[in-house]
C-alpha cells in the first residue's frame, strides 16, 4: 500500500470531488450481475485509478453510472485515508482544526461517518498513530483524548480498526481487543 510523505491524505482529501477525479484515470464499463436488460446495455460501473497514489477502486452498486461514480469517490477517500501516510514530527504536532473541532466537551472524537471532515480525520489519527509507532496511549496524549476515547473511535468503524491492526502488526504491535 502506498506511503508517502510528500503526498499526504491530508492534500488529497481537501480536493473537491472533481478536482480528485481529475488526477485519477475513469474508465465505465458494463457492470455483471443482477439489475436486467439496462445494466446489460449501459456502461454503468465505475473504476478509479488515483494516479498520485497507485489506489485503485470500483462501484458498480446500482445500475446508475451517476450514482456509482458518487460511491466510487467516496471509497476512493476511504482509500487515500486508510494507505496514504504522512510523517509527522511529534515534538511539534498540534491537532489540526478539523481534529480539534471535533473532540466534544467530553474529550471523545464525536463525527458521523457521512461527515465530509471525516475521512480527513481518519487520515490524521493514523498519521499521528504511525508516528507514535501505533502506540494508542501515545497518539492518544497527543491528540489530547483518553486512549479509550481513541480506541473507541477507531472501533466505531470495522475498516479503520482493521487497518490499524494491519499497521500495529507491521509495527511489531499486538492487535487491539475488542472491548
Known amino acids: 500500500m502506498p506511503d508517502s510523505d510528500a503526498n499526504s491524505s491530508l492534500v488529497f482529501l481537501a480536493l473537491s470531488d472533481d478536482a480528485l477525479v481529475a488526477q485519477c484515470e475513469v474508465d465505465h464499463y458494463r457492470a455483471s450481475g443482477p439489475g436486467g436488460q439496462k445494466r446489460n446495455k449501459t456502461s454503468s460501473g ?4 488515483h ?4 489506489l485503485s477502486v470500483t462501484a458498480v452498486d446500482d445500475r446508475s453510472q451517476h450514482v456509482n461514480r458518487v460511491r466510487a469517490v467516496r471509497r ?4 487515500i485515508a486508510l494507505h496514504v501516510r504522512a510523517d509527522i514530527d511529534t515534538e511539534a504536532y498540534r491537532a ?3 481534529l480539534s473541532e471535533c473532540i466534544d466537551k467530553s474529550g471523545r472524537i ?5 461527515n465530509e471532515r471525516y475521512y480527513p480525520l481518519v487520515g490524521e489519527v493514523l498519521d499521528v498513530l504511525a508516528a507514535c509507532q ?8 497527543l491528540i489530547d483524548i483518553s486512549t479509550a476515547h481513541l480506541v473507541k473511535f477507531i472501533g466505531s468503524d470495522p475498516k479503520l480498526w ?3 491492526n494491519q499497521m500495529r502488526k ?8 475488542n472491548a
Open 162 to 164: 482493521e487497518r490499524v
Open 96 to 98: 489540526g482544526s478539523a
Open 46 to 49: 465505475v473504476r478509479l485509478r
Open 110 to 114: 464525536s463525527v458521523n461517518r457521512r
Open 134 to 141: 501505533m502506540r494508542v496511549s501515545e497518539a492518544a496524549e
Open 51 to 54: 494516479s498520485p497514489t497507485g
Open 76 to 79: 476512493l477517500r476511504e482509500a
Open 170 to 177: 507491521a509495527a511489531g504491535q499486538k492487535p487491539l481487543r
